[in-house]
């Protein structure tokens, strides 16, 4: 059975850094594109970051320059680190894991950013 466990996640003021973390097992994690995923109330699911199963990253305009993916195949383990954090960053975070027609979600972390 597949599990992704997402965990950091909190309340933080602006300006602030949070690391996000997603253990994955059941699956052979470095086989797997990783990606975060985000839903803001009212708000559909937006990617966020993704971090192929060759190395290459990509991230969205909205936080390009302030989040970093990684992933520690060793660890099973897939990182997000979010710096200069703003309200509108206020979201449930995903984690995602995809390879060809199978797709995996965690039950995500909610991420706060309030003064």
């Known amino acids: 059975q597949v599990q992704l466990v997402e965990s950091g996640g909190g309340l933080v003021r602006p300006g602030g850094s949070l690391r996000l973390s997603c253990a994955g097992s059941g699956l052979t994690f470095g086989t797997y594109d990783m990606s975060w995923v985000r839903q803001a109330p009212g708000k559909e699911r937006e990617l966020v970051a993704a971090a192929s199963t060759g190395g290459s990253t990509n991230y969205a305009d909205s936080v390009k320059g302030r989040f970093t993916i990684s992933r520690d195949n060793a660890k099973n383990t897939v990182y997000l680190q979010m710096n200069s954090l703003k309200p509108e960053d206020t979201a449930v975070y995903y984690c995602?894991?995809?390879?060809?027609?199978?797709?995996?979600w965690g039950q995500g972390t909610q991420v706060t950013v309030s003064s």
């Open positions: 995602n894991a995809q390879r060809f027609s199978r797709n995996f």
